[in-house]
């Protein structure tokens, strides 16, 4: 059926380098939750069906409504129906077998003596060896007290007990941590030090699922496997590079969340400094998560910190106005009075080290805007002597090179080079390669969540950060956030149209570089 062939392909594009994950328990507190249902057990019934998850496997929802077994498989299996890219009955069916809940206050102690006994159950019934993978899907307020329940009630045995004498059948327990980690650069560190006290660094996986989307990852091919590339991706030939994160969409119900976080610490901070390490990042020794992780920290690291006195030149912050289908954000239900929490935000940052030296990073998210579009851009230098001087060009002059890597809506990329129009009398024009990797290929994408599940389960931290990343992030753009940033703050009520690319000054922060945004 055309069904199996779509998951046999993906077991033949995805699979082939993967090894099996141990067999383990995936505990997820805050089960009842939207991600739950609408990522993780979709993404999860995706890689049973591509045979990625090990054989000896279950689920343990934990959450506080009261519910069997069978009640929530029933709820899952209308999120999977909806959410899923390909739904059939009979493998659901068999991967629902693995899924149990547990009703349960992950806050309260009392909660953990039945959760250890259902743990060791499965244990002993299927061969789960004693891994656990922690998953925290719950509001960050409640993540140290969990982590902290965990470590009373003893469910952290790596490195004081053996399932075997062989050292490769050791039990392990492992922590997945969500956004937002942190609020700022102290409350990251905190958490840090929480987790670090319970669990070691390479049990702990800060998740980020913009890293597990394609583009992405296929960066590190894009820079280190051609040679077309890499020797030019520096300061002497790039002139600039743009990351940006935008929706079309409001706020919607999410103001009481949104307007304590912004733009800058739900997409800056974590998502688009992530793209950022790979894009930045120098070649790793070998394609491992410790050689990986390391030039990614190294990347982080190197970003300059902006002083107080260049924040107004170095960022544009911006709240959307009334749209025909909705409120201007500061009239929002649940939006403070005079809230001055950003939609908008676009900053610009320079890297200190040789690579990037003088080559400034911009960064741009926002809500209500023209268009949904995740993206890298990578603009090259013109030629430094133009030969084609009073040549006619469709945009006036010769332009340098640009490379788009489109990570959302489309997977694909794109270079414009110049070439000569065909035909007398000489003309040039600027022209376009482009690479669509599901048309390529013929193979959809996976829900993002799923590779980085099974990642977790194999011990791979490659596309996970590490605490020094989180921390370096936090110190990049905390001068936009802190006191130094009320200058930008004071005329952002309603300072950009909905279905604009955002407020006037982002533009002219570029202009002021001689440079402009991609808007295409």
């Known amino acids: 059926s055309c069904l199996c062939r779509w998951f046999d392909a993906l077991l033949v594009v995805e699979l082939r380098p993967m090894r099996k994950p141990d067999p383990c328990v995936l505990v997820i507190f805050g089960a009842s939750g939207d991600l739950t249902s609408r990522k993780l057990i979709p993404a999860l019934y995706e890689m049973r069906a591509i045979g990625a998850l090990p054989e000896h496997f279950k689920v343990l929802g934990v959450s506080r409504r009261e519910k069997t077994d069978d009640a929530w498989r029933a709820e899952l299996a209308a999120s999977v129906q909806q959410h899923a890219k390909r739904w059939d009955a009979g493998r659901w069916a068999e991967f629902a077998k693995c899924i149990h809940y547990f009703a349960g206050d992950a806050a309260q102690t009392a909660m953990y003596s039945g959760l250890e006994e259902r743990l060791r159950k499965f244990d002993e019934e299927s061969s789960t060896r004693g891994n656990r993978l922690f998953y925290l899907s719950v509001g960050p307020e409640l993540y140290e007290s969990i982590v902290q329940r965990i470590e009373d009630a003893a469910l952290v045995t790596e490195g004081k007990r053996r399932c075997s004498i062989n050292s490769s059948e050791r039990s392990w327990q492992r922590i997945i941590i969500e956004k937002p980690f942190g609020h700022d650069e102290q409350s990251a560190a905190s958490l840090?030090?929480?987790?670090?006290?319970?669990?070691?660094?390479?049990?702990?996986?800060?998740?980020?699922?913009?890293?597990?989307?394609?583009?992405?990852?296929?960066?590190?091919?894009?820079?280190?496997?051609?040679?077309?590339?890499?020797?030019?991706?520096?300061?002497?030939?790039?002139?600039?590079?743009?990351?940006?994160?935008?929706?079309?969409?409001?706020?919607?119900?999410?103001?009481?969340?949104?307007?304590?976080?912004?733009?800058?610490?739900?997409?800056?901070?974590?998502?688009?400094?992530?793209?950022?390490?790979?894009?930045?990042?120098?070649?790793?020794?070998?394609?491992?998560?410790?050689?990986?992780?390391?030039?990614?920290i190294k990347a982080v690291r190197a970003i300059r910190p902006t002083t107080p006195e260049t924040v107004a030149t170095h960022g544009v912050l911006g709240q959307y106005g009334k749209s025909a289908d909705e409120g201007a954000y500061v009239d929002l239900p649940g939006v403070a009075k005079g809230s001055t929490t950003e939609t908008y935000a676009a900053i610009k940052l320079h890297v200190d080290n040789w690579r990037w030296a003088g080559t400034p990073f911009y960064f741009r998210t926002g809500k209500h805007m023209a268009k949904k579009c995740t993206e890298i851009v990578v603009q090259f230098k013109p030629p430094t002597a133009n030969l084609f001087t009073g040549i006619p060009h469709q945009s006036g002059k010769v332009l340098g090179n640009r490379l788009v890597i489109e990570i959302a809506p489309f997977q694909q990329t794109r270079l414009r080079?110049?070439?000569?129009?065909?035909?007398?009398?000489?003309?040039?024009?600027?022209?376009?390669?482009?690479?669509?990797?599901?048309?390529?290929?013929?193979?959809?994408?996976?829900?993002?969540?799923g590779p980085l599940l099974i990642d977790a389960m194999r011990g791979d931290q490659s596309l996970y950060k590490h605490r020094i990343e989180v921390e370096s992030g936090w110190a990049a753009v905390m001068p936009f956030l802190n006191s130094s940033s009320a200058t930008i703050r004071k005329s952002i009520a309603s300072n950009y149209a909905p279905g604009s690319w955002g407020p006037a000054a982002a533009d002219e922060m570029m202009s002021r570089d001689g440079r402009a945004w991609h808007n295409e």
């Open 192 to 296: 840090n030090r929480t987790l670090g006290r319970v669990f070691e660094e390479e049990d702990i996986y800060r998740i980020d699922h913009y890293l597990g989307k394609e583009v992405v990852q296929a960066m590190l091919v894009l820079r280190f496997a051609n040679t077309i590339f890499e020797p030019v991706w520096n300061h002497r030939y790039i002139d600039h590079v743009q990351v940006t994160a935008v929706e079309t969409v409001g706020v919607g119900n999410r103001t009481a969340f949104f307007d304590s976080t912004g733009a800058i610490r739900d997409m800056i901070q974590s998502h688009l400094l992530q793209i950022f390490a790979f894009v930045a990042m120098e070649p790793p020794t070998a394609i491992t998560a410790e050689d990986i992780r390391a030039e990614k």
């Open 417 to 449: 080079f110049e070439s000569k129009v065909p035909g007398t009398p000489l003309s040039i024009a600027s022209v376009e390669m482009q690479a669509d990797f599901d048309k390529q290929f013929g193979v959809e994408a996976l829900e993002a969540y």
